[in-house]
């Protein structure tokens, strides 16, 4: 790790050394000994008290419930051991320990007990805290091809070439969980040859040129054009153009010979002409995926013009041909371009497009020293815009002499030779991979700030999953990003490029991304599957068509409505189509979305008195009137269950089986990733769900009563006590997100109690007691998943401490998004780094 | 006749048959070059390795055959591989340990994935501290480094990724990576057949694609340099844990710059007179089908001669509706009791082995040099490692093992062996891919009765 070195560095490295002999001194007022002494002190009077009280029932001798035993004979074991105390920590706020039915802890003695934990047991202080390290991040997907759309201006489609990437902790962007394979390396190679190839101009000058397509040209009464033709209806086709200067062109002219095969292939002549001199005239048959090209040296004067193509079918010689032959061959001919370039001669010429963008200049220079300096000059701009910090002279250098090696070779461009040149940053880890410097260390913490480039790379790619700006670059390489943070926060949660966070953070902390994915039988989930299932083996295949119900008498009554009934239920598919799909996915996004711009509270995340909707997603949830395809903010009416994205179609379809609704995977939802309280995983080799329906004694049971079957087993009780009520609560949306009041022709009870004891009578219910009591535990968990997707790493220990301040004040700040954003960047783990690997298990205690 | 548009221009329909390969000579001719006595049979043409995984198991009383002996008297769900059976061996009694709970409880579809070309144990982490252990086919692929132009092929016909953790608090490299050529770095394998065809034999059509595939190479070759030089100036500024990270990426431009020489070494890159495929078709069916056939030209080209599917990613719950299933996969194993629902797990298993058999079919249809068929020069493991998915036991695995091995193996039989490692099997073709080595994985010795 380089520490930078700035001019102010001797004042700042100065002010430090006084502050360490500061803290020296403090210390040196007591001894290692009395600090130990007074460390076991606050142990034996505030700590072991309250652990007596509300903890030795279970965890104590021989009671040592989850192997969990507080007066252990390793007394310095017990409590040094961070991974315990994070449990506890986590158990006594999310009032999981003690369980309810025991006394509970006031709230001063777990503040207490909190802040022992921090300071004695992870050793963390908190106006210092341990920032933990920031691994260097590679590009992901979205943030690959958003780079590079901002850096060379061409869309690339990473989504097709890259493979999927890894997700870690629940989230794409996490660096350890992003491998790198060689096949990945052979890509990133391609590709930066084809962007490259795609963006950067390779000569100086170009002749004018115009291109028309195939639909361009037009036949006389506009019902036909260029870009598909059949063979045997005569027309012509032309397209008129004008041109200013008299002069030398060229034409060339691309055409598609095609068709499907058949017995005798279909005779054809296409006839070109300009202004009505015959450019050339063909004969074609039937050929497949033949490319034609014919090229033109013509002199034209100013003025209008028109070219056109003209088809006349032959005849077919010697073969007969039947009716049925006639029909159906579908022997094509199709332009797919013309391409008109000219006038000719230097007067004319001009830059390619996107010249300026690359190259500054008119012309790169002719001389040796000229070029080389104005390829210096072009490159280093480029690596340094790409790296997203400033270039080393050396590999400047190294830059140049791939371009030069390119343009020194004879008839290779100046352009062509910088082109390589770009080729190689695109494929460069610099590029690939996020790395941050740092800056000299300053006088309120022992570690060091990341220099202002790094802090406006974590900005941007947390807010826009792409590449600084040039307003932050130019603020950083200012150094006054830090000052300005406000504001460019302000501007970047306002700037369209924000949507990406939206996409990215909200699509997969709520899994809005899956909807489009899922795999869902609409006609199962809204209970007609078996309904469905006789009607299908009566009417399928039996032709629905009109031609075959003619041939039969008069269908009886019962006969009509069943088909129509049939009919009825294949069109209910589409209540879950695509774009029923794609307008879930928008509206958790727009919910989102709507917290973050208007700076709401994460409350309305559980409950809100508006929705997103179009019409169709209105019409799935039982919304009356609204119309059209746009998604639009209507207001909920009252005592509507709606609202939040506990009932928005992504969440209650992302969690549903194929044919019917998971209570379980609902409940485990809300506690990953909204209680923030996860349940452990399932031990293994457990019965499945249905084995348990054997005690009904053949009756087919409700949901519910298996759930409760399954419940009654000590190992699977202890987390299915935690989830099933929550899912249970959802019961009333079917899985594709559809409202219902019966599942199996039994009524559904929505009726159920957290595992910390309030109860609730439905979902609305349940909503309130979600925004109320246990608001808190929502704040940590939107606040953890935030920091997890802005560092890229899991969180540890030791980031505690920033997680449970930002939860503090959101909490005082009525749970506005704004709080949370600006805490997190604001926090010592993204403003700061620990210097390397090798102390990052060490915080510096005392 | 009239044929359709569609099926008259299907990729590789019958591709046993039509394709065009470089003469059996020149292959000769080529593994002579190489002067490897490894990836080769006794009669001198390449010995082909490829391994397949299907996830969530199988339905066992549908899938095993019930006599074991001499004739292989085909199981219902088997019964696709009637024409081809004379050509395999279907195993019985192997397991993975590894694949086992232990005291890793729950996640039993990620790690099963993660061992079965392993045969070790993933280490329980959500994504920090991957590790697992290097797979079957790239310790072939690094012994055997430098003898074809590609040394292995790794290709998926499951795309679909969620957000969101993977099974129980694995991360999600363990659900979709098969290979792994290091116990840290997965071998991502690819799904597009697309983007395997163009790698294999360059873009464009019939005709341009060496001027491109020479194109591209000379392209990178310019720019090795300059990137592992920007490698090194990065390294020295970063961590330890980050230098790792670094090191990945070095090994991947390696890995380039061996190609380059690779291609150089082999002259000319083989140009098939097939149409450059389509993206990942839409038909699941079809595109574990495409991925087979693009497999088969790999091995008829000799581009590679070792090549990983990942059929299906173990805990899959897709669905099938062109066989009637709207119910998941890993939800009706999960369901056997019912009759029902068993017969579609039954279903789904046989969908997988049509696949399977069709393939097989078509490495039947292709003369070696040798005179045998190209099947008959192979070895090629089909399987998983969950026997049966409804209560996740890892022993009498599902296992195929199709090709003898240029002769080696006793075919056309189901063997039973008693409850022995899954890695045994991959010693044995290790050693009869001239790997010379002991133990792999958790093996505990060879498996000698395939022979």
Redesign the interface.
């Known amino acids: 790790m380089r520490i930078k070195t700035r001019t102010v560095g001797f004042a700042r490295s100065f002010d430090c050394r006084c502050s360490v002999i500061a803290i020296a001194l403090i210390f040196s007022a007591m001894s290692p000994h009395s600090r130990a002494q007074s460390d076991e002190n606050q142990f034996q009077n505030v700590i072991l008290p309250t652990l007596k009280t509300y903890c030795f029932d279970c965890h104590s001798g021989d009671a040592k419930e989850g192997g969990v035993q507080f007066d252990s004979e390793n007394q310095d074991g017990l409590r040094s051991d961070k991974t315990l105390w994070l449990k506890v920590l986590r158990n006594i706020r999310a009032d999981m320990m003690p369980p309810r039915d025991a006394e509970q802890p006031s709230r001063e003695s777990k503040i207490a007990l909190t802040e022992w934990i921090h300071a004695k047991v992870f050793q963390i202080k908190a106006d210092d805290p341990f920032p933990g390290p920031a691994p260097i991040r590679r590009l992901n997907r979205v943030e690959y091809r958003n780079t590079i759309r901002d850096l060379m201006g061409v869309d690339f489609n990473a989504e097709v070439v890259f493979p999927p990437d890894d997700t870690g902790f629940g989230f794409d962007n996490i660096s350890e969980a992003m491998s790198l394979s060689p096949m990945l390396i052979e890509k990133y190679f391609q590709a930066a040859r084809s962007i490259v190839e795609d963006a950067v101009p390779k000569t100086t000058w170009v002749t004018p040129s115009t291109k028309w397509y195939g639909k361009e040209f037009q036949s006389e009464d506009h019902s036909k054009n260029g870009k598909s033709i059949r063979h045997d209806q005569p027309v012509t086709v032309q397209k008129r153009f004008e041109i200013q200067h008299a002069g030398e062109y060229r034409l060339i002219l691309k055409e598609k010979l095609d068709g499907s095969f058949d017995f005798h292939p279909g005779h054809y002549q296409i006839q070109c002409l300009l202004d009505g001199n015959e450019l050339y005239t063909d004969k074609y048959k039937w050929e497949e995926d033949k490319f034609i090209d014919h090229v033109f040296v013509l002199s034209l004067a100013p003025g209008s013009h028109h070219l056109s193509i003209q088809l006349s079918t032959l005849e077919n010689g010697e073969f007969e041909i039947s009716e049925v032959e006639l029909k159906t061959r579908s022997v094509t001919y199709e332009i797919l371009s013309a391409t008109l370039d000219g006038p000719m001669g230097e007067a004319f010429r001009e830059h390619p497009h996107g010249y300026p963008y690359f190259f500054p200049r008119e012309a790169p220079p002719a001389d040796v020293a000229g070029r080389r300096e104005y390829a210096l000059e072009i490159l280093s701009r480029f690596a340094t815009k790409a790296y997203r910090c400033p270039v080393s002279p050396v590999s400047c250098e190294r830059l140049v002499s791939i371009a030069e090696s390119i343009y020194q070779q004879p008839e290779m461009s100046f352009e062509s030779g910088i082109a390589k040149a770009m080729m190689a940053v695109l494929a460069s880890p610099q590029f690939l991979f996020r790395a941050e410097e740092v800056e000299t260390l300053d006088e309120v913490s022992q570690y060091p700030k990341v220099d202002e480039y790094g802090l406006a790379s974590r900005l941007s790619y947390l807010l826009w999953s792409t590449m600084p700006d040039d307003e932050l670059i130019a603020l950083a390489a200012r150094a006054d990003l830090r000052k300005n943070l406000a504001s460019q926060i302000e501007r970047m949660v306002q700037d369209k490029r924000c949507n990406e966070f939206f996409e990215s953070f909200a699509g997969q902390w709520l899994r809005a991304r899956d909807v489009e994915n899922v795999s869902i039988d609409p006609i199962a989930a809204m209970g007609f599957q078996k309904e469905y299932s006789i009607l299908r083996n009566r009417f399928a295949g039996r032709g629905l068509g009109r031609r075959s119900r003619q041939n039969e008498t008069a269908e009886a009554p019962e006969t009509v409505t069943a088909r129509a009934r049939f009919t009825e239920l294949n069109e209910m598919r589409n209540r879950f189509d695509a774009g029923v799909r794609s307008a879930m996915r928008k509206e958790t996004e727009m919910s989102f979305e709507c917290i973050v711009r208007e700076d709401r509270s994460l409350l309305d995340l559980i409950d809100a008195d508006y929705v997103f909707v179009n019409e169709k997603l209105a019409s799935l949830y039982g919304l009356e009137g609204i119309t059209g395809n746009a998604m639009q903010r209507i207001p909920l009416p009252a005592g509507s269950p709606r609202g939040g994205v506990l009932t928005q179609g992504t969440m209650l379809a992302v969690t549903s089986n194929p044919t019917r609704t998971s209570p379980v995977k609902r409940g485990l939802f809300i506690l990953d990733n909204i209680l923030g309280t996860p349940a452990p995983p399932a031990p293994p080799n457990v019965p499945a769900l249905e084995d348990a329906a054997d005690r009904f004694g053949g009756r087919e049971p409700s949901l519910r009563e298996l759930l409760a079957a399954h419940r009654e087993a000590a190992l699977c009780s202890s987390c299915h006590s935690r989830m099933d009520p929550l899912g249970l609560a959802l019961e009333n949306f079917n899985a594709i997100g559809g409202w219902r009041e019966k599942e199996a022709d039994q009524p559904i009870e929505s009726a159920g109690e957290l595992i910390t004891g309030e109860k609730f009578s439905d979902i609305r219910e349940l909503k309130r007691i979600l925004k109320t009591d246990r608001r808190r535990d929502f704040y940590r968990c939107v606040t953890e998943k935030l920091f997890v997707y802005a560092l890229g790493r899991g969180l540890e220990y030791y980031d505690d401490v920033a997680v449970n301040t930002i939860v503090e004040k959101l909490d005082r700040e009525g749970g506005r998004f704004r709080v949370l954003l600006n805490e997190v960047i604001n926090s010592a783990p993204f403003q700061r780094r620990a210097l390397s690997q090798d102390e990052l298990h060490q915080p510096q205690g005392q | 006749?009239?044929?359709?548009?569609h099926s008259?221009r299907a990729f590789l329909r019958g591709a046993g048959v039509s394709v065009a390969i470089p003469s059996m000579l020149s292959l000769l001719t080529r593994s002579e070059a190489a002067s490897l006595a490894a990836s080769t049979t006794e009669s001198g043409v390449p010995l082909r390795m490829a391994f397949m995984s299907i996830p969530n198991g199988v339905q066992q009383d549908h899938w095993f055959p019930t006599t074991d002996g001499d004739t292989l008297a085909l199981s219902p769900t088997l019964q696709p591989l009637e024409s081809v059976k004379h050509q395999l061996q279907v195993i019985g009694g192997l397991k993975h340990e590894n694949a086992?709970?232990g005291n890793d409880?729950?996640?039993?579809h990620a790690r099963a994935n993660a061992t079965f070309l392993t045969g070790a144990r993933a280490r329980k982490t959500?994504?920090?501290?991957?590790h697992v252990g290097i797979s079957v086919d790239q310790v072939a692929a690094q012994g055997t480094s430098g003898s074809t132009r590609f040394n292995s092929l790794?290709l998926s016909s499951d795309?679909?990724?969620?957000?969101?953790?993977?099974d129980?608090?694995y991360?999600?490299?363990y659900q979709?990576n098969l290979s792994w050529?290091s116990a840290?770095?997965?071998?991502?394998?690819?799904?597009?057949p697309r983007?395997v065809f163009e790698?294999l034999f360059g873009t464009g059509s019939h005709g341009q694609r060496q001027k491109n595939f020479e194109i591209?190479q000379n392209?990178?070759r310019?720019?090795l340099d300059?990137?592992l030089?920007?490698?090194r100036?990065?390294q020295?500024?970063?961590?330890?844990?980050?230098r790792h990270?670094?090191d990945?990426?070095v090994?991947?431009?390696r890995?380039?710059e061996e190609?380059i020489r690779s291609t150089e070494k082999f002259g000319s890159v083989p140009d098939p007179t097939q149409q450059t495929p389509l993206?990942i078709p839409n038909d699941f069916g079809k595109h574990i089908e495409i991925n087979l056939d693009l497999m088969l030209l790999a091995f008829q080209t000799d581009s590679t001669r070792i090549a990983t599917l990942l059929i299906g990613y173990d805990g899959s719950?897709?669905?099938f509706p062109n066989l009637g299933i709207?119910?998941?996969h890993h939800?009706l194993t999960?369901?056997q009791?019912?009759p029902e629902l068993a017969e579609k797990v039954a279903k789904i298993d046989r969908f997988y082995i049509e696949r399977f058999a069709a393939f097989l079919e078509k490495m039947d249809a292709v003369q070696d040099v040798d005179g045998k068929t190209m099947l008959h020069n192979s070895m090629i493991v089909y399987g998983g490692a969950i026997a049966d998915g409804?209560?996740?036991t890892h022993a009498n695995l599902p296992v195929i093992l199709a090709g003898s091995g240029g002769g080696k193996f006793t075919t056309g039989r189901y063997l039973k062996v008693q409850d022995k490692p899954m890695s045994n099997l991959y010693v044995e073709m290790l050693n009869r891919f001239g790997i010379a080595t002991d133990s792999f994985g958790d093996s505990t010795g060879r498996l000698e009765e395939i022979f």
């Open positions: 006749m009239k044929i359709s548009k008259r086992t709970a409880g729950a996640g039993d959500a994504g920090k501290d991957i790794e795309a679909i990724r969620n957000s969101g953790s993977c129980s608090g991360a999600c490299a979709y050529s840290t770095t997965p071998v991502t394998p690819e799904p597009n983007l790698r591209r392209s990178n310019s720019v300059f990137v030089e920007d490698a100036d990065l020295k500024k970063l961590g330890s844990y980050d990270k670094l990945e990426y090994s991947g431009v890995h380039v190609g993206g719950n897709r669905t709207s119910e998941g939800y999960h369901n009791r019912v409804n209560r996740h």
